[in-house]
């Protein structure tokens, strides 16, 4: 499928789904109107505490480390709202059309509300949202509504009051398969969308997404079972710990933000002493990532890549001369290797993760010795060495183009990983034809 085709496929689905989703919480919420006079005083205190729950939440939210945006306070809430049937007054008889129209009206309030407090103007991406609603929907609706058996609902089984543990293992088995709903939605969205393998999108949103989720999920499950002895205080009462953890991670986020600071503050180094032509980091930088983005790197990768790219040349400030314009790619392998590894030595000193030391410290080998040797060279670190050379050959001149990519090919196998070499290719033939067409 063309890059055309695939954005076009993309698009559609998110329609499609956003419409799906429009649709049956539009559905769920006018059937809830018509069950208003139904509900009891105790149904109104629930929906109201698990509205204000799951508002809070989304002002809660959490952004960077990986953690898509997501909520755990909301998500807990409203997934505790579907969970939730009994409190010592008596039984919870509101069902998945209130829970539906609570869960979005949360949501709804929450973004606009945190759009207005941080002066966001950056549109909102709504597939998240989407694929929370529909995986909330999934449960709501066959935890309360679908009749299971001849006592009804899954909620209403006479299984379930015997041993509380058997409840238990049934809401958390219930949540859980709902959020597998939501994880495999996004998971299937983000790899059409960034092109890279279902495989590592998936390996990606377990490592980063399944802790914090599974934190909300349990939660969720231990409120709806607390409120059955304690009411709506088991509310506020067990979401403590995960707005702590939320604070918690709040930090680690500011500490990579001022790591990301370094690495930007660093990068410059080699420009303002003049060991570098100015901009060729960035330059460097911004093709790494596409040609990443074409060989279907993660997106863990492109972040150390990028990282490592804007470091790349900060081994030169330990050089007694600069090299002229600051061209690696004309140094000694022998000094190339140096740059490198004072480089890494350097970027380890600022805090930079493994990874990218790694990639700043293998930039330099040739390729020859990953085939002939069996020495590690990570695919980062390849394309690291072909998009600097193509600049420091190029100098971010487009009319350089043809002989920096001859002179690269001269190198195939040898100095330079062929495949990358070839996708580079692809990506400056394709910036060509826009220009052309624009």
């Known amino acids: ?118 002066g966001m103007t950056a549109s909102v991406d709504v597939m998240p949202y989407v694929a929370r ?51 495999l939605l996004q998971v299937a969205l983000r790899s059409c969308r960034t092109r890279q393998r279902v495989k590592h999108v998936l390996q990606e949103d377990f490592r980063e997404m399944v802790p914090a989720s599974m934190a909300a999920l349990s939660t969720a499950v231990v409120i709806a079972l607390g409120m059955r002895s304690l009411g709506l205080v088991a509310i506020p009462l067990f979401m403590v710990p995960l707005v702590l953890m939320r604070f918690a991670m709040q930090q680690e986020e500011r500490i990579n933000a001022a790591r990301i600071q370094t690495v930007a503050a660093l990068s410059q180094m080699t420009d303002l002493a003049g060991y570098t032509e100015a901009g060729h980091a960035r330059r460097v930088a911004l093709l790494c990532s596409r040609v990443g983005t074409a060989m279907r790197l993660t997106e863990e990768q492109l972040g150390a890549l990028e990282s490592a790219t804007l470091l790349h040349d900060i081994g030169q400030v330990s050089l007694g001369a600069p090299i002229p314009a600051g061209a690696t790619v004309d140094a000694a392998p022998r000094d190339q290797q140096r740059i490198a590894d004072e480089g890494a030595a350097i970027a380890a000193q600022a805090g930079a993760t493994e990874q990218v030391v790694n990639i700043i410290e293998q930039q330099a080998m040739p390729f020859r010795r990953l085939v002939e040797e069996g020495e590690p060279l990570t695919m980062p670190a390849r394309i690291l060495k072909v998009c600097n050379a193509y600049d420091d050959f190029s100098h971010g001149d487009p009319t350089k183009h043809d002989n920096a990519i001859l002179r690269l090919r001269l190198g195939l196998g040898y100095e330079y990983d062929p495949e990358v070499v070839e996708a580079l290719a692809r990506v400056i033939a394709g910036d060509e034809v826009a220009a052309a067409v624009q």
């Open 1 to 118: 499928m063309s890059r055309l085709g695939r954005n076009l496929f993309v698009v559609k689905m998110s329609r499609l789904l956003s419409f799906v989703a429009v649709a049956l919480v539009g559905g769920f919420a006018v059937a809830s109107l018509f069950r208003i006079p139904d509900l009891s005083a105790q149904d109104y205190w629930a929906l109201f505490a698990f509205f204000g729950a799951a508002y809070v939440g989304e002002l809660l939210r959490l952004r960077g480390l990986g953690a898509r945006g997501i909520s755990p306070v909301a998500v807990s809430a409203t997934y505790a709202a579907a969970l939730a049937t009994e409190v010592p007054a008596g039984r919870l008889t509101f069902g998945a059309p209130e829970v539906m129209l609570v869960s979005c009206a949360a949501l709804v309030a929450g973004v606009i509300s945190s759009k207005v407090i941080t």
């Open 133 to 183: 609603l529909l995986a909330l929907l999934v449960l709501a609706v066959g935890f309360r509504s679908v009749p299971f058996s001849e006592d009804g609902a899954v909620a209403g089984l006479t299984f379930w009051r015997g041993d509380q543990w058997r409840l238990a293992a049934g809401m958390l088995l219930s949540v859980m398969l709902a959020h597998l709903v939501e994880l």
